[in-house]
C-alpha cells in the first residue's frame, strides 16, 4: 500500500482516462464515495454512455475542467488487491470500526464472570431463574415480571455466556450515546432509528426415530449464539463461526448498526424533503386549480349575467312591440295596459342592472328560474 497525493489536474486526467468503476477498484472508496470527492473538487464527470461510444469510434464530448484560484492537494490511497481482498480500510465501514477499536471510552472484550451488571440483565437473569423454577414445577400461575427483560432465548447450559455477552453489548451501546429499551421487545434508539434485536441460540433438525410412516425432527441447541436485527431484509444476523466467537464480533456488530442508522437516517431525510417538496406541487397545483375554478366561475356568472341583459332586452323588445301594435290597431284596452306594466315589471325583475324586487318571486332565483335552494343554517 502507497499513498499517493495527486493534483486537481491529474484527478481530472484520471476520472477522463478509465471508467470509474475501475478506478475504485484500484483505490479504497466506493463508487458514491470516490464521485464526491470529484464533486467537492469541482472534477467534471464522464456521461452515462460516454465510454460505451467511445469504444465504438463515436462522437463524445469531453467536459473542459473548471477554472479555480486554488489548486488543493488530494490524497488517494493505492489498495494492495492481494492484502486487502477488496476490503479496503478507508471504507466507512472499516474506518467506523477502527474508531470504536480506538475508543478509550469502550470496554470491547466480554469478561469471563459477569460483572456489575446492568438493570436489564439483573432483570433477565432473575427472570429466566424463575422461569426455570416455574416449568420444573409446572406452576403455570405463577406471574413472571417481563419489564426490563432483555429478548434472549437461548439453553440454560449457553444462558450465563449469553447475559455476559449482552452487559457488554448494552453497556457499550449506552456508552456511545445510544439507548437501549425493552417495552415488548428489545429496541435499540440510535440516531432517531429503532431497531429491534434478540440473542437466540441456533438449532439443528434432529430425526427422531418414530414408529410412524413420516419423518419427525426435534430442534436441539447447538450451543452457538446468533444475534439478530430483525429490522433489515433480509433479517441481518451474526453468529459464532469456527474461527470466530460472537463476542469477537462486537465491533463489526456496532459499526454495522451504527452506518445502518446513518444511512436510514439520510435516507429518511431524503423522504422527507422528497414529501415537502411534492406538498409543495401539491398546494401550488391546488392553488392554481382554485384560480382556475374561480375563474371558470366567474365567467359562468359573466356569461350568465350577459345571457340575461340580453333577455331582458329581448323581453322589453317585445313589450314595445306588442304595445306598438295595440295602438295601431286600436285594441290598446285596460287589460292589455295591465299586462304590459307587469310585463316591464318583469324585465326589471330579470334585468342584472336593475333586478327589482317582486314579492311574489323573492324565493325565485333569477338563473335558473327556479326556487332558490333553503339553507339549514
Given amino acids: 500500500m502507497d499513498n499517493k497525493t495527486i493534483t486537481r489536474k491529474e484527478l481530472y486526467d484520471l476520472v477522463w482516462s478509465k471508467p470509474i468503476t475501475h478506478i475504485v477498484k484500484d483505490y479504497g472508496f466506493s ?35 473548471p477554472k479555480q484560484n486554488d489548486n488543493p492537494k488530494i490524497s488517494l490511497e493505492k489498495t494492495n488487491n492481494i492484502l486487502y481482498k ?54 403455570w400461575s405463577t406471574h413472571l415480571d417481563s419489564s426490563n427483560v432483555i429478548s434472549i ?11 455476559r455477552f449482552m452487559d457488554t453489548f448494552i453497556k457499550i451501546i449506552e456508552k456511545r450515546g445510544y439507548r437501549i429499551t425493552t ?19 441456533k438449532n439443528k433438525r434432529v430425526k427422531r426415530e418414530t414408529k410412524y410412516s413420516w419423518d419427525e425432527y426435534d430442534l436441539v441447541p447447538t450451543g452457538n449464539l446468533s444475534l439478530k436485527l430483525d429490522d433489515s431484509y433480509p ?15 462486537l465491533v463489526d456488530i456496532l459499526a454495522w448498526i451504527e452506518l445502518r442508522a446513518k444511512r436510514d437516517r439520510e435516507r429518511q431525510i431524503e ?10 406541487i401539491r398546494i401550488k397545483q391546488q392553488e392554481v386549480q382554485k384560480l382556475k375554478d374561480n375563474e371558470i366561475a366567474n365567467f359562468e356568472a359573466l356569461f350568465q349575467s350577459a345571457t340575461r341583459w340580453h333577455k331582458s ?10 304595445e306598438d301594435y295595440a295602438i295601431k290597431s286600436n285594441s290598446l284596452n285596460e287589460e292589455k295596459q295591465q299586462w304590459i306594466e307587469w310585463a316591464k315589471e318583469k324585465a326589471d325583475w330579470y334585468d342584472p342592472f336593475i333586478e327589482k324586487e317582486v314579492k311574489l318571486l323573492e324565493d325565485i332565483d333569477r338563473d335558473t328560474l327556479k326556487p332558490k335552494r333553503k339553507s339549514y343554517w
Avoid at 478509550?104 to 427472570?127: G, R, S
Avoid at 415488548?184 to 432517531?192: C, G, P, S, V
Avoid at 423522504?271 to 409543495?280: A, F, L, P, V
Fill in 31 to 65: 463508487d458514491n464515495g470516490f464521485r464526491k470527492i470529484c464533486k467537492k473538487h469541482n472534477i467534471p464527470l464522464p456521461k452515462a454512455g460516454y465510454w460505451m461510444k467511445l469504444k465504438f469510434n463515436k462522437k463524445v464530448e469531453k467536459v473542459k475542467l
Fill in 86 to 139: 477488496g476490503k479496503h480500510p478507508n471504507t466507512e465501514l472499516a474506518l467506523r470500526k477502527k474508531e470504536i477499536e480506538e475508543s478509550k471510552e469502550l470496554k470491547i472484550a466480554v469478561p469471563a464472570k459477569l460483572a456489575k451488571p446492568h438493570k436489564y440483565i439483573t432483570a433477565t437473569k432473575e427472570y429466566h431463574e424463575k422461569l426455570k423454577v416455574r416449568n420444573r414445577n409446572r406452576d
Fill in 153 to 163: 432465548n437461548v439453553s440454560d447450559k449457553l444462558l450465563p455466556r449469553a447475559l
Fill in 183 to 201: 417495552e415488548n421487545r428489545t429496541t435499540i434508539l440510535i440516531k432517531e432509528q429503532s431497531y429491534n434485536i434478540r440473542l437466540t441460540e
Fill in 235 to 249: 433479517i441481518k444476523e451474526w453468529s459464532d463461526s469456527q474461527t470466530k466467537p460472537l463476542e469477537d464480533k
Fill in 271 to 280: 423522504n422527507e424533503r422528497i414529501r415537502q417538496h411534492q406538498e409543495k
Fill in 313 to 322: 332586452q329581448y323581453i322589453r323588445n317585445y313589450i314595445k312591440e306588442f
